[in-house]
């Protein structure tokens, strides 16, 4: 019986040591869809192990994602099937093209969906919109869920690419015209893909890019405003500071030195009108 006691304590705790090293992270996940749309955009996805394999990974966070924001649930919209290249996506936002997606982890190309996750991790996942020359460009901001006391934000816009012996590079996207909230306001890159946005209200503006002259795959920021929060509250007058206050043409309160004065003037005039009248009679 004792024997029994202590290997189920053992199981118990290697299965509360399990249950602990996988515990559910939270990713911001983003996927776009066929036509370079943003359906999914820098969203907080809580990510368990869905697949079953001992491992939060990409593909947990995919199927997540589905069963949070695609309508037939992930189900109908993900499925990842394995082929020569290991675990690979067979079917992104409902759409099957025969394998033609990507996906990004911190703005990195992944190895596999099986790459591991963890808390706050950002995932891209797109669907390519050129299929025939993939000319789909990934490109990301220098700045995640930014935070401004000021309203003044400035962002570099940035694109991963390939040099001359294929060797992957970054470059600066120039000529992306900005949108906030889905709306162009018409600001763009500079040939260092820079661009110098101004809020004057606070709020959550989610920033993206497109580009007449490149196909981009939506890149994705949230700026958080605060500049109500940044400003110096009202200063309260003391008492002190009320009495001290110079004297006004009303007499108020704080006159109370030139209110005596005139009071004591009124009195001298009264009482010399008294002698007066008293010298008349």
Not at 188 to 194: M, R, Y
């Amino acid at each position: 019986m004792k024997k029994f006691i202590t290997a189920a304590a053992v199981i118990a705790a290697m299965g509360a040591l399990t249950f602990s090293a996988y515990a559910d992270v939270n990713v911001h996940v983003t996927i776009s869809d066929q036509d370079g749309r943003l359906v999914v955009a820098d969203e907080p996805v809580s990510v368990s192990d869905k697949d079953g394999d001992g491992a939060l990974t990409i593909n947990d966070a995919l199927i997540a994602t589905h069963d949070m924001y695609y309508s037939q649930e992930a189900a109908g919209g993900y499925e990842a099937v394995n082929g020569d290249y290991g675990l690979s996506i067979n079917k992104l936002w409902g759409v099957e093209n025969g394998g033609s997606y990507g996906y990004y982890l911190n703005n990195a190309s992944a190895w596999s969906l099986t790459d591991p996750v963890n808390e706050g991790d950002h995932l891209n996942a797109f669907i390519y919109t050129d299929l025939t020359a993939w000319s789909d460009k990934y490109c990301y901001f220098d700045k995640y869920d930014y935070i401004s006391d000021t309203g003044d934000v400035e962002l570099t816009l940035s694109a991963a690419d390939f040099d001359a012996d294929w060797n992957p590079i970054t470059v600066p996207v120039e000529g992306a015209e900005i949108t906030v909230n889905n709306e162009k306001v018409g600001a763009k890159t500079d040939a260092d893909g820079k661009v110098t946005l101004k809020f004057t209200g606070d709020g959550e503006y989610l920033i993206s890019a497109a580009s007449d002259t490149q196909t981009l795959v939506p890149p994705v920021t949230k700026i958080t405003v605060q500049i109500a929060a940044n400003e110096e509250p009202a200063q309260e007058v003391s008492a002190a500071e009320t009495t001290a206050a110079p004297a006004d043409t009303k007499g108020s309160p704080d006159t109370g030195i030139a209110d005596a004065a005139v009071i004591s003037g009124i009195a001298v005039l009264a009482a010399g009108a008294v002698v007066i009248s008293k010298k008349r009679k």
